[in-house]
């Protein structure tokens, strides 16, 4: 009896598979793909047509404007691109923060290799419950999301807006990078006092205390690409108010002697010889060629 | 014996399921996709197959989410006019603005979710309740949050769209907002293009008094607009003053109350074909198939006459301020002397405050009042650099409340947006309150009617 009782369960299982596939009828191939699978379609138009020609074949990158439920935060209250803003914004881009990378490493290559595969457009920025806003994200090396697409104008009146856009590109850029390639250690150890409290600081404080803007105080990572994109593009609430260059936002640190002054000076030279050593890329006449591209581009 | 009996059972049970299983990958023949691609393909000829396009009215459900976390304000409805003109493109008028009374063309896309849905996938009309920037939605809400409308629906009903007829239900995926698709007709739609939709949107605005009074057959309504996309209709029956607060819509055809008003066996549900003429000052309307009047008046059609004492102890008592975004709004114009351009009073502006008993023994002055504007310094509120301090309490008298200066702190700008705003304050006409919400008043100069200041308490 015990060798039945062991046998017997063993047989179940047998005599049960071998009845449920005996039924089985022909299997029916599908014809129809899954709706949406390699993505969704829609009525090409000129963006259309302007994004391959001008992102997807040089660069390999996706151009994602109209909105895909999920693809941002979820449950949160962002708004789509005007598609009215979304070639302009595109155009700027290549101009302003794309270009200069290819100036200075002589072809598209560079860019192609590193830009992230997919760039995401939002009409508004995402707002937090404790009252931030964010203006751009960079994720894991493999997609850039701008937001406040709505906003952008090329006018010289409007330079402030113009410039937060280039800063947020050469921002989540510079992360790209990184995730790329990280930066050295010792960048890390330069400044003390990171904190998950940034925003209640202001960006004059935080030049006091060696951080080129407040968000360079949430985490090394930030403060490393907030040196890169505020050398680039210059940095916002400088001494006029407004987003001022990188010489100027210095002077708000208390002068040469000033700690803070010293404390962002020994970043630069991480950020400068990082961007050499690493890319090959030499990152003052990199600013130069950025400087040059932004004052021909407003209007 | 009893577990191999047990054993054999569990078998013949087993094996008898397993012979008897039919092929039920599909339903009427078709696959999962094949169904998905059908529906999607049926709610897409559903929505082109309006010749005259579709009314869309959308109604919040007064909770707006972001990030998970949720706000409550005012329940509205706003009214569409769309049309799917092609697979990808819709054409729309909207009563959120009175900018939005001309067609404006943005796309949509049909597209499978947990249900069937209708996206509207870039910027247009819907999408402006919906921003999160309250500069841009005017959102009582706060920053992060709009009105509480979607721009991301799915397909509620529970039929086939081939059966829906000519409603089709929508329900937003962010907020729950409800929307019904409701067939237009030629006319409708004609309207529409020929700017109907503007001219009962804005004729309300010709009207340059804050006191509007309807008459219809005889009897007068006094009507009052909100802030909160409510109406406010106020009557008197049998000697008693009566009103009744509602959300309001407006289409092509008219201003329509969400919830019809009865008010005296006469239910007022629309006011339609409002002209505005510009010789009479009077605006034209139907309502309910009688000729009625709008026009403008210089006084409260039943004046609350204790508010103007309860405005000032409201403040005064709870240690609060009232405070004002926009200032003075006078004839027509919000912010009529730009006082949200404040920029020499120490910080940009943020508030026109009133204070009760700012000054006093604590600071080494006279008891006083201040009508100041709030400034932001270093990421808080501060007073700004020069500011009138009226005389402590104001005077009230005949249901209206009377300010007199009493000196000023710092120098005011002659003619400035400070000055400019204290010279109304001490006008001797004085002023009537106008009780608008829990914590909030409208305080109306009582000469013409045609100055007011919109007061909230942040506490």
Redesign the interface.
């Given at each position: 009896m015990r060798m039945i009782s062991k046998i017997l369960p063993v047989l179940c299982i047998g005599i049960l598979s071998g009845m449920v596939s005996c039924k089985k009828d022909s299997f029916t191939p599908i014809t129809t793909p899954p709706v949406g699978l390699g993505g969704d379609d829609w009525k090409q138009d000129s963006i259309d047509v302007f994004i391959h020609d001008s992102l997807t074949v040089p660069y390999n990158v996706a151009v994602y404007y109209k909105w895909l439920p999920g693809q941002l935060d979820f449950p949160t209250d962002i708004t789509p691109p005007d598609a009215a803003k979304v070639m302009p914004v595109l155009k700027a881009l290549l101009n302003v923060a794309y270009a200069p990378y290819n100036i200075q490493t002589g072809s598209n290559t560079f860019l192609r290799h590193y830009l992230p595969k997919a760039l995401e457009l939002a009409g508004s920025a995402e707002y937090l419950p404790n009252g931030a806003i964010f203006l751009g994200q960079a994720e894991g090396g493999t997609a850039m999301l701008l937001y406040q697409v709505n906003y952008y104008s090329r006018l010289k009146a409007d330079s402030n807006a113009f410039k937060q856009m280039m800063h947020t590109m050469h921002h989540e850029f510079g992360h790209i990078l990184n995730q790329n390639v990280a930066y050295p250690v010792s960048f890390k150890t330069i400044s003390t006092g990171y904190t998950g409290n940034w925003y209640n600081i202001s960006d004059a404080d935080a030049r006091q205390l060696g951080f080129i803007t407040s968000y360079a105080q949430a985490a090394p990572d930030e403060d490393f690409v907030e040196m890169v994109s505020s050398m680039l593009t210059g940095g916002p609430n400088g001494p006029t108010g407004g987003y001022d260059e990188y010489e100027a936002l210095l002077s708000q640190t208390g002068g040469p002697n000033s700690t803070g002054y010293q404390t962002i000076k020994a970043k630069e030279a991480v950020v400068v010889d990082y961007f050499q050593r690493v890319w090959g890329i030499n990152f003052y006449s990199l600013r130069a060629t950025c400087r040059n591209a932004f004052v021909h581009y407003l209007q | 014996m009893k577990?191999?009996s047990l054993?054999i059972l569990?078998?013949v049970m087993?094996?008898g399921a397993?012979?008897?299983?039919k092929?039920s990958?599909?339903i009427g023949g078709l696959?999962p996709?094949?169904r998905?691609?059908k529906a999607?393909a049926a709610y897409q000829s559903k929505l082109m197959g309006a010749p005259y396009g579709w009314i869309f009215l959308e109604s919040t459900t007064g909770i707006?989410?972001?990030?998970?976390?949720s706000q409550s304000g005012p329940a509205i409805t706003l009214a569409y006019f769309v049309q799917f003109v092609?697979?990808?493109?819709v054409v729309m008028f909207s009563d959120f603005d009175t900018s939005m009374s001309v067609a404006k063309s943005?796309?949509y896309?049909i597209?499978?979710?947990t249900r069937p849905?209708l996206?509207?996938?870039?910027?247009s009309y819907l999408?402006v309740p919906?921003?999160?920037?309250p500069a841009?939605s005017k959102s009582p809400f706060g920053?992060?949050?709009?009105w509480g409308t979607d721009?991301?629906f799915s397909f509620s009903d529970s039929t086939v769209p081939t059966e829906a007829g000519d409603t089709v239900h929508l329900l937003g995926?962010?907020n729950s907002a409800g929307g019904v698709l409701i067939k237009a007709t030629q006319a409708q739609r004609d309207a529409y293009y020929s700017g109907s939709l503007r001219n009962n949107a804005s004729a309300m605005l010709n009207i340059l008094e804050y006191f509007k009074r309807l008459t219809v057959n005889g009897v007068v309504y006094e009507l009052r607009p909100n802030a909160d996309r409510t109406m406010t209709v106020t009557w008197t029956s049998g000697g008693q003053t009566q009103s009744i607060t509602t959300s309001y819509y407006i289409t092509a055809t008219g201003i329509v109350f969400t919830t019809p008003i009865v008010a005296g066996g006469v239910t007022l549900s629309s006011i339609d074909n409002l002209v505005w003429n510009s010789g009479t000052q009077t605006i034209t309307a139907t309502v309910g198939g009688q000729s009625a009047t709008i026009k403008g008046a210089t006084a409260p059609f039943a004046n609350d006459a204790n508010a103007p004492s309860r405005w000032w102890h409201y403040a005064n008592d709870n240690g609060g301020y009232w405070a004002s975004f926009n200032g003075w709004h006078v004839n027509g114009v919000d912010d009529a002397f730009g006082v949200t351009q404040i920029t020499d009073a120490g910080g940009p502006f943020y508030q026109f405050a009133y204070i009760p008993n700012l000054l006093g023994p604590q600071n080494g002055n006279p008891n006083a009042d201040a009508f100041v504007p709030l400034v932001v310094q270093?990421?808080a509120l501060a007073l700004g650099n020069y500011f009138s301090v009226p005389a402590t309490p104001p005077a009230f008298a005949g249901g209206r409340a009377f300010f007199t200066e009493l000196g000023t702190i710092g120098t005011i700008p002659p003619g400035g947006p400070v000055d400019k705003s204290d010279q109304v304050l001490y006008n001797p006409a004085g002023f009537y309150l106008v009780q608008t919400g829990t914590k909030t008043y409208d305080m109306v100069l009582a000469s013409t009617a045609r100055t007011w200041i919109s007061w909230f308490s942040p506490f």
């Open positions: - | 577990r191999i054993y569990v078998v087993m094996a397993g012979c008897q299983k092929d990958d599909t696959t996709d094949q998905i691609a999607l707006a989410y972001n990030q998970g976390v092609d697979s990808n493109t943005s796309s896309r597209k499978e979710l849905a996206i509207f996938d870039t910027y999408h919906c921003d999160p920037d841009i920053a992060g949050y709009g721009f991301e995926n962010l270093n990421n």
